[in-house]
């Protein structure tokens, strides 16, 4: 994964349907979109199927590919945070992938936070010994919601990198935007000594205020964004994803791509 100081990254994340975050319902429409969108993106976080399915006809040279690997934590069941492997880094080895993801949540009220932080340092070094790269989702649980305070984001990113992780996933903190957001996207980023990618979020209808969110989130340093929702959900997911590959190179939302995002609603 590039460095902070690299060009920055845009991975297209499509593992939400095994979590049992149902999204698009055709398959067949799920992987149109994802490869109108792939274009504009640096490479492809995704579950065992999906991904076998577009890295084998959708994903070009020098594209990444990033296999999910902890799908048992079902969204909004009673055992949300047993979340265990349903594929394995060896997996991602054997079939040439680049390196594997993993969710961990913490939840301090809940023991079984302990066993999900010894399952993340086992897999790092596992990921290691294969020689994989490893992007890890450490997300404070309260609740049995995501906890978007900046306490709540660096608090989970810090365990996280401190038992070895080398690329970060976290959420964009749930504060006022502009330089407020700014701030709090840079304190994260100083928490840590890894690249962070930013998490697109749930689709929103409003393309202005997830662009916007994306330019505050490179403002404060981010290394890029892992993002997929807010993308192959949109109408034009092709257009969607272009528009924000323009925010994440220029660092910030500018005024011809706000045009361009106001022309796309009212096609």
Sequence with gaps: MPSPAS???????????????????????????????????????????????????????????????????????????????????????????TGIKWMTRIDIEDPITADALEMLGALLEDVDELGLDAMIEPLSWHLDAVDRSVDGIVYAAVVAHDLGAPLLKVPVPDVTPGNERVDAVARIVASVGVPLLFLGGPYRADRLELLDEIGDAMAGGAAGLAIGRGVYQDPYPGEMAALVRRVVDAGSITDDVAVAAKELSNR
Aim: hydrophobic content about 45%.
């Design 7 to 97: 060009s920055p990254q845009i991975i297209l994340a499509a593992d939400h349907r095994a979590r049992g975050v149902l999204t698009i319902e055709r398959y067949a429409d799920y992987l149109g979109a994802l490869r109108a969108a792939l274009p504009a993106c640096d490479g492809l976080m995704a579950s065992a199927q999906p991904l076998a399915d577009l890295a084998a006809e959708g994903v070009e040279p020098g594209q990444t590919t990033w296999l999910s690997l902890n799908r048992t934590g079902l969204a909004h069941t009673a055992f949300e945070l047993d979340d265990r492997s349903v594929a394995s880094a060896e997996r991602a080895k054997r079939d040439g992938y």
